[in-house]
């Protein structure tokens, strides 16, 4: 049997027990697709990273669900840099920000790496912009999915499918309190996003458990093969661009919005990721999603 070096990583979380778990596979280039596909479902976790390429400028990688294949990931890309960082195969000496590639099948991007003054490892990846498309989903279409608590707590603000590696359908509710109580049934859930052409289902509020957040929010991704996600790197770049869309963002800047989204609490697995958005005459011109990691395990994985 062939041993192969594996972690697994809580990513958005300071601490153990919380964020969004990712598994990582070193030297997965000779392993077959279908058998990536089979270790990533024996992993678990809502992404597995496999490792097919290392060089100094960066890194060459595939993300796998327990069921398909991710295009990108935000949680697996903070969890990979931060385990490439801490192996010395990315060295980030204090008080310098280093950028590598991030390189997927299908994208090439940049990710910053910064020690921050405590000593741990932020990782920042920048992503490409939303698009976003009308879905007219009415509240008596999300009762079924979440149960009454859903009643009376979406408003004004339109219900829209952000799309772009991912499609997010985007609703927005009225309190932290809606969000806590909501039921959902995984199945409705899943029929919804097929039916409408939606990966995801993400509900926001602006009433956050911790002062210095802008949102909470709690995405669902049975479709994809994870029932609800407790922090998730794409979304938050869609509801950041969601919120910038609908002049939701109170900034004291002109070029720069920071957004930071609690996700995870109704699991048990509190998160915090962090959204950049960079602005120029008005237009948005970067994005920049990341947080930090903390390892959980490191072993071998074997594989005949």
Partial sequence: MKPYRVALFDAFSEELFGGSVAGIICDAQDLPDELMQQIAKEIGAPATCFIVGVDDCGVEVRFFSTVKEYPMCGHGTVALMTWLAGDGVFTVDPGEKRVVELRTPSHTTNVALQQRPDGRLEVMLTLSGVAFESRSVSESDLIPLFGTAIAGAVGSLPSELAVA???????????????????????????????????????????????????????????????????????????????????????????????????????????????????????????????VATKTIEGVFYVS
């Fill in 165 to 291: 590696e991912f499609s997010h359908l985007v609703v927005p509710v009225d309190s932290l309190e809606t969000i806590r109580n909501l039921s959902p049934d995984y199945g409705k859930i899943e029929s919804l996003c097929r039916h409408i052409h939606a990966d995801t289902l993400v509900l926001f509020t602006l009433e956050t458990e911790c002062p210095e957040s802008t949102i909470h929010c709690r995405e669902f991704c049975p479709l994809v093969g994870t029932p609800e996600a407790p922090a998730s790197g794409t979304t938050n770049r869609a509801l950041a661009c969601y919120l910038l869309r609908h002049g939701l963002l109170d900034s004291e800047s002109s070029d720069c919005d920071t957004i930071i989204s609690e996700q995870g609490y109704e699991m048990n697995r509190p998160s915090q990721i962090r959204t950049e958005l960079t602005m120029c005459d008005g237009e948005l011109t970067q994005i920049k999603v990341g947080g």
